[in-house]
Nanobody, 122 residues
């Protein structure tokens, strides 16, 4: 019954920043582990970052480590992805997902948002 809705994507120049939001509607729980993934045309969906239910533990892909940061505000039922120093290769559709484990793998997540487009120009 819970739905996830991403927002905050758009067109940005290389070196710029964006903050993506993932809002949960309906009944939610802080026990959900959350992840961000991205997919460019013709490629497989890849891991970006994940966060524990209480926000105390995070992991980020090597390709974004030091530039991106995942966080959550459980009082607002929202997960964020702060993206800094954006590069053209970051261009993709970004998806948030919820699951029952702290994991970097797609198969660990069973609830997905519709995605939001991020385009980085050079």
């Amino acid at each position: 019954q819970v739905q996830l809705v991403e927002s905050g994507g758009g067109l940005v120049q290389a070196g710029g920043s964006l903050r993506l939001s993932c809002a949960a509607s309906g009944r939610t729980s802080s026990t959900y582990f959350m992840g961000w993934f991205r997919q460019a045309p013709g490629t497989e969906r890849e891991f970006v970052g994940c966060i524990s239910g209480n926000g105390g533990q995070t992991l980020h892909a090597d390709s974004v480590k030091g530039r991106f940061a995942i966080s959550r505000d459980n009082a607002k039922n929202t997960v964020y992805l702060q993206m800094n120093s954006l590069k053209p290769e970051d261009t993709a559709v970004y998806y948030c997902a919820a699951g029952s484990r702290f994991s970097t793998t797609i198969r660990s997540y069973d609830l997905w948002g519709q995605g939001t487009q991020v385009t980085v120009s050079s």
